[in-house]
């Protein structure tokens, strides 16, 4: 990838990766019955606020210290109306609105303070892995840093978009560790909730292997021919 681009303003389709993101809260309703979605701006901040322009509101942080970090900075500058949190990276094009509403009709209907979006992979590619239990119950979310020598068979991974009840948010981001990198991990808020029991809920990615990460061109390459695909699919489906 080029690192001289923030990788949110890398292209897909000559469209940068986060214009499918702000997309879909688009077609869900922010920025007109939902307020503007809020985006962390850190590295290459000038660049991202230029490229989105009004359709997003910002924060910054102004030092990266990780993606738990950044959840804070975003937290403390929403709205105190706000109650229910969607959080999403900025790099993930291919989660759809269908998933993100589908997120959080789950989150309503079951009251569950926080809702993963999950899939199974035969390989997890270096993306997190969800820990359950014996009964099933998500226990915790494994960064590659933090996961033992991976086994043979599917994996499920966490696809880093999540909604939570601000509350929950608001009272474990403060209490997470620093990691040997100095950062701090959003995950680690799954591990402190499933400590206290906290309900968790899953929905599942569809088409999950398609879907992953874009983290090398070879990523990219998967990632746009996925997009043409589903685009053949839609017009297909339009008339």
Known sequence: MNASTPKVLQPVLDRPMIWYVLNALRELGFGESAPKPLLVVGHGAEQVRAAVGSHATFADQTEQRGTGHAAAVGVAALPQSINTVLVLHGDEPLVEAETLAAMLQTAQKTGAPIVLLTGSVPDSHGLGVVRRSAAGRVVDLLQRSEMPEPGEGAVEINFGAYVFDRRVLEEA?????????????????????????????????PEPGDRMGINDPDQLRRAEAFLRRDTVVHSGNSG
């Open 173 to 205: 981001l403060p209490l997470l560790p620093v990691n040997p990198d100095g950062e701090y991990y959003l995950t680690h808020v799954v591990r402190w909730a499933a400590q206290r029991g906290v309900e968790i809920e899953t929905v599942p990615m």
